[in-house]
């Protein structure tokens, strides 16, 4: 029984819940998603279908979902969590044994009518999971060595998973979501810095012995690492579609070339204008003030998901918050950075924002869990 | 699990802190972002900016109007047709199949037309448009435009192609064009980008070779917006090329026709030179070929056809043919002989039938022998013992540079393919050529204008244009490039005795019309237009012993291969030279039979600028003439309509 429980009666019931709803963040996802509803409409050549109608559509079911996931109240939730990561788990393997191949990556279980992403519904339990195992375990416990280690394992077991897909964007969100909620949860740093400190020994023990006679790695290893890193170094090839995207993104200037006149995406120079590559679009059509817009209105969302988590005393509820607004970051960072070069192409879409019905519907349904961390606790 | 109070408030605490970390961290990232964005499209905009035009931005070539070809009286000779092609796009044409077979049922289609394009069009992308007819008579155009509702993805199309309205009878001089080989762009260091345009055509013979840099013209450009496919999505703007300069030829092209007529049925050529600017009025060769052919495409057969022929209608005889000059060369010895001092125009040699040189017996045509023989009689009379002697007092390399002074051996600036220098062979060419020390035998041979001596029908025609003005008459064959008129060949006195050549010239007057000159039969009567010419008849190979025995005597008993060039040069009017002609039937027989016949026809159409009266002919020949003016003006007309048809 957790601190929320005992006080239960100070938690607003029936429709009084929609009063306490979390507003400015459903206002901004409702923002953001409009201006994907606009660049949808604008790469498609000016028309609703065949993206930004079933898009509409399934923002439409999402917010749906997200106030029935948010009127649960978040115990029920949290009794859920277990059960909901084991489930994840299961169709992970399931996708890696009877899953489609669908962009040279197993990553879909077909389920007759609807095509599921298991890792998209990992991200979300991955994150319950932990939340709740936080909430269970004694604060004094927080660091022990054994009770670090089980989280870790926790986090492994999907992450080697989906990098076996290979699905390396969401296999990087599942590692730095997980962690985020441990280090939230108060694990002591010095794991962290260990482990960080590990990580930048090895990759620079792997660069620095390039050439030597330790070499760690075949050379066909390090050119297909260069190529990840840098894909100038192949025009042709992985290069040509960041290329094309930063040329999209920095010809759109102060004030872009305006809705629909973006030479870039209109003429098929831009791969996946519709999905990963959406915010190169965006950024040619409406210049710095609407990239720069888009990227505020993210902020705020992680900004009030925070403000929230930080301002409930309510152990899951604040953790799920926290890794939610973390994994939602995730992704429209990894994405931003991705297509302005800052790092390597990974397959990670714009949140909201990129084509796509898994995606939207999972986050929209983590949106649901922060809804009801906010609504339901005591006031 | 219930939590008591303190847990929870050091839990909250704890989570506090840790999420200002988290908060922090995001927002320096979303700063990292807001920054590079900031830098890129900001600081860096402009450079991203221009690397996206140039990326939607396509340069392509207008192909530019090709220069025409007029005669010169402004006669077309190439033009650009206008003609039509039907065209599908696969991406509108639905069931390509069907659209295909609807088109079939509607024009005539061959089924190798409808397979041909069916592979362009698998092998292209969908948007881009394959021509399924050329060359599609208008009826068609209208039924395809009419029925576009139930044919989509076809259209019909309006191009430009070459066409030559005289067809065969200008092929060698205007020469064809074709599409651009890989072997055309080896030659070229640095090739026109248009060359590069699909389909497009170049001069590949004659005129249409030699200007094509004056006929192509520059290309226009149009900047288009494409997709990273390659799609033209629209056009921005389009600057028009520049095109190619007309070339008037000096070339009568109704004379052209003639003598293409009268040479019908011979392998022969003719020249006809205007003596006041060295004007190419006439440069046929026989047999002869349609250049539009080649504009569409050769078939196999018809190129065959053309290849195999022994008569190589394919050749520009009068610049690529060089003959033994036979006894046309006489002049050139004769002058050579004046020239020199060595020898008077009274100095007479004595013809008793041969001359042994050498050990060797040379015969005079006349077995008999000509008897004390002076220069004006030996030319016309052409008797050979007078040239065997002559040239061994004065030796070949004065005749040589005579030869070259008149024209033969030389090279001659004419636009045409592959032009012959001929050879007017003196003792260092021996030597260069076959590294042998030249003979007296070289030299007797050479005197009559056999042996080593090559002379191409135009050197011919120049070397009797020389003689009858005593000027470097130079042929020109274009006598204006884009409005500017050329240079003309009137040329400048050589500097030979006047008197010299006066007594040449009349030995030449004499040859047509003395009662004993050999070219008696072919004179001009009407006054003031008589010719003065000479025969010439080469011999490809000596009838051989064993040969006589079998009684091979005559030509014609021999093959076609073996019998002899007949040869025949002139100008006229002899009082006021205009013309001067030269005529080359290749195993023709005897030059005063069958070539001076030929050069009177063509040159009393050139005095008279068309047919002339049948009182320039001697009487007992009219009947006949009339005949065969009747035949020739048929041909031609029936000649025209037919490549017009074409």
Redesign the interface.
């Given at each position: 029984?957790?601190?929320l429980e005992?006080n239960a009666k100070f938690v607003p019931t029936g429709f009084r819940k929609l009063l306490y709803l979390n507003w400015p963040v459903i206002l901004l996802l409702a923002a953001v998603s409009s201006f994907g509803f606009l660049m949808l409409y604008s790469v498609a050549g000016g028309s609703a279908t065949p993206w930004m109608e079933p898009q509409v559509k399934r923002f439409g079911v999402g917010m749906v979902a997200m106030l029935v996931v948010a009127m649960v109240p978040i115990w029920f939730w949290r009794n859920m969590a277990l059960i909901a990561y084991g489930g994840s788990l299961a169709l992970l393997v399931a996708v890696d044994m009877f899953g489609e191949v669908g962009m040279g990556a197993q990553r879909w279980i077909d389920l007759g009518p609807i095509r599921l992403q298991p890792s998209e519904l990992m991200k979300i339990s991955l994150v319950m999971f932990l939340a709740a195992y936080y909430d269970?375990l004694p604060?004094r416990r927080t660091s022990h060595p054994f009770w670090v280690l089980l989280p870790v394992v926790f986090i492994s077991i999907p992450t080697l998973l989906t990098l076996a897909q290979p699905d390396l964007g969401t296999a990087l969100l599942l590692l730095i979501g997980g962690a985020?909620v441990m280090?939230?949860?108060?694990v002591h740093w010095a794991y962290f810095a260990t482990v960080i400190a590990a990580g930048v020994g090895t990759i620079y023990a792997v660069f620095a012995s390039r050439g030597t006679t330790w070499q760690l790695l075949k050379d066909y290893q390090y050119r297909r690492i260069d190529t990840f890193l840098d894909p100038s170094n192949d025009p042709l090839g992985a290069g040509y579609h960041i290329t094309?995207a930063?040329?999209?993104?920095?010809?759109?200037?102060?004030t872009g070339r305006g809705f629909m006149q973006g030479?870039?995406s209109?003429?098929?120079?831009l791969p996946e204008k519709h999905t990963d590559f959406i915010f190169t679009t965006l950024?040619e059509e409406f210049?710095?003030v609407g990239?720069?817009t888009l990227?505020a209105l993210?902020?705020l969302i992680?900004?009030f998901c925070?403000v929230s988590?930080?301002n409930n005393?309510d152990?899951f509820a604040?953790?799920v918050t926290?890794g939610i607004a973390?994994t939602f970051?995730l992704f429209f960072?990894v994405n931003?950075?991705m297509v302005?070069g800052?790092a390597p192409v990974v397959g990670v879409p714009l949140p909201l924002v990129s084509y796509g019905g898994s995606a939207m519907l999972v986050l929209l349904l983590a949106f649901g869990l922060v809804q009801s961390a906010h609504v339901h606790k005591p006031r | 699990m219930k939590r008591p109070p303190k847990e929870t408030q050091q839990s909250a605490r704890s989570i506090g802190r840790r999420s200002l970390v988290i908060g922090a961290s995001q927002l320096a990232m979303v700063g990292v972002l807001g920054w590079r964005m900031r830098s890129m499209q900001v600081d860096e905009g402009d450079i991203y900016r221009s690397l996206a035009e140039e990326n939607r931005i396509n340069m392509r070539l207008i192909a530019p109007a090709r220069g025409l070809v007029f005669d010169r009286n402004g006669v077309p000779l190439a033009v650009n047709e206008q003609n039509y092609r039907v065209i599908i796009t696969r991406e509108d044409a639905g069931d390509v199949d069907d659209t295909l077979d609807r088109l079939a049922r509607l024009i005539n289609l061959s089924p190798e037309e409808v397979e041909s394009a069916k592979a362009e069009m698998a092998r292209r992308p969908a948007f881009v448009p394959v021509t399924v007819a050329e060359r599609v008579p208008w009826d068609d155009v209208a039924k395809v435009t009419v029925n576009a509702p139930a044919l989509p993805g076809i259209t019909a199309e309006v191009g430009l192609s070459r066409h030559y309205p005289r067809g065969s009878d200008t092929a060698h001089v205007v020469g064809y064009v074709g599409p651009v080989s890989d072997y055309d762009l080896s030659k070229i260091e640095d090739p026109d980008p248009l060359l590069q345009i699909p389909r497009f055509q170049i001069g590949k013979t004659g005129v249409e070779a030699k200007y094509e840099d004056v006929l192509r013209g520059s290309a226009g450009t149009k900047r288009i917006e494409v997709n990273a496919a390659g799609r033209v999505m629209r056009e921005i703007d389009r600057e028009e090329g520049k095109s190619g300069a007309d070339i008037q030829l000096a070339i009568d092209s109704r004379l052209q026709s003639y003598a293409e007529a009268r040479l019908e049925g011979e392998s022969a050529s003719v020249v006809v030179m205007d003596l006041e600017s060295g004007d190419l009025r006439a440069v046929a060769s026989a047999p002869t070929f349609d250049p539009n052919l080649f504009v569409r495409g050769i078939s196999g057969p018809d190129w065959r056809a053309l290849n195999e022929n022994k008569y190589r209608p394919l050749s520009a005889k009068t610049v690529q043919g060089a003959y033994p000059p036979g006894s046309t060369f006489k002049m050139v010895v004769a002058m050579a002989a004046l020239e020199s001092g060595l020898v008077g125009p009274e100095d007479t040699e004595y013809c008793p039938g041969y001359t042994e040189v050498g050990g060797t017996r040379f015969h005079c045509w006349k077995r008999g022998g000509h008897g004390n023989v002076n220069m004006h009689r030996s030319l016309q009379e052409s008797c050979d013992v007078y040239y065997y002697e002559v040239s061994q007092k004065i030796g070949i390399d004065r005749i040589a540079e005579m030869a070259r002074r008149l024209g033969v051996g030389v090279e001659h600036d004419v636009p045409m393919s592959a032009v012959s220098m001929g050879v007017a062979p003196d003792t260092q060419w021996k030597r260069d050529r076959y590294g042998e020390a030249w003979r007296i035998g070289d030299t007797v041979n050479a005197s009559i204008g056999q042996g080593y001596v090559l002379a191409t029908p135009l050197q011919l025609a120049v070397m009797s244009a020389r003689l009858a003005t005593g000027r470097d008459v130079r042929p020109r064959l274009v006598h204006s490039v884009g409005g500017v008129i050329q240079p003309s060949g009137a040329g400048e006195p050589m500097g030979l005795n006047e008197n010299f050549l006066r007594r040449v010239r009349a030995a030449m007057f004499d040859v047509s019309n003395a009662q004993r000159g050999t070219g008696f039969g072919a004179r001009i009567v009407a006054e003031g237009m008589q010719m003065a010419g000479k025969s010439g008849t080469s011999q490809v190979r000596r009838i051989t012993a064993e040969e006589r025995a079998r009684g091979v005597t005559s030509n014609a008993d021999l093959p076609w291969e073996r019998r002899d060039h007949a040869l025949w040069v002139n100008f006229a009017p002899y009082d006021n030279p205009r013309f001067a002609v030269s005529v080359v039937v290749e195993h023709g027989g005897g030059g005063s039979s069958v070539a001076a016949p030929i050069a009177r026809d063509v040159t009393l159409q050139a005095l008279y600028d068309g047919p002339p009266p049948l009182e320039a002919y001697p009487s007992n020949l009219r009947d006949a003439i009339a005949e065969q003016q009747k035949r020739i003006e048929n041909h031609v007309a029936r000649g025209m309509t037919a490549s017009d048809r074409a």
């Open positions: 029984m957790s601190y005992t269970w604060l985020t280090f939230a949860a108060g094309q930063k040329i999209a993104l920095g010809s759109g200037g102060w030479t870039q209109r003429l098929n120079f950024a210049g710095f990239a720069s990227l993210y902020a992680i900004f925070l988590a930080v005393r152990r604040s953790l926290i973390m970051f960072a931003m950075s302005m800052l | -």
